[in-house]
C-alpha cells in the first residue's frame, strides 16, 4: 500500500496544527507533499516525516468529500452586490 499518494487522508503530527486531520493533495517528491487541513484550508507544503497515515483515501476534486472529511463547513458569504455611483 502506498502511504504518499493524493487524496489519502492523515494527521499532522507537528506544527501549528498538529493532531488536525489533513488530506493530501499534490506529492512533490518522496519526502514533501501538499496538504489542507482544517485550521488552514489553503494548501501548504510540509514535510511527509510529520504525518501520521491512516487508511482512508478520498477524491480531492470532490469538495463535498473534501470539505466533509476535513469538517469544513461550505457556507460562503453572500456575494457582495455592486455600489451604485
Excluded at 13 to 19: I, V
Excluded at 69 to 75: D, N, Q, V
Aim: positive net charge; hydrophobic residues 35%.
Amino acid at each position: 500500500m502506498a502511504l504518499i499518494e493524493v487524496g489519502r487522508v492523515c494527521i499532522k503530527k507537528s506544527g501549528r496544527d498538529a493532531g488536525d486531520k489533513a488530506v493530501i493533495t499534490k506529492v512533490f517528491d518522496k519526502n514533501f507533499v501538499e496538504v489542507m487541513t482544517h485550521t488552514r484550508p489553503k494548501p501548504r507544503k510540509i514535510n511527509a516525516k510529520h504525518l501520521e497515515f491512516l487508511n482512508e483515501k478520498l477524491d480531492v476534486k470532490n469538495t463535498g468529500e473534501l470539505n466533509s472529511a476535513l469538517e469544513i463547513s461550505e457556507k460562503r458569504p453572500a456575494p457582495e452586490t455592486p455600489r451604485k455611483k
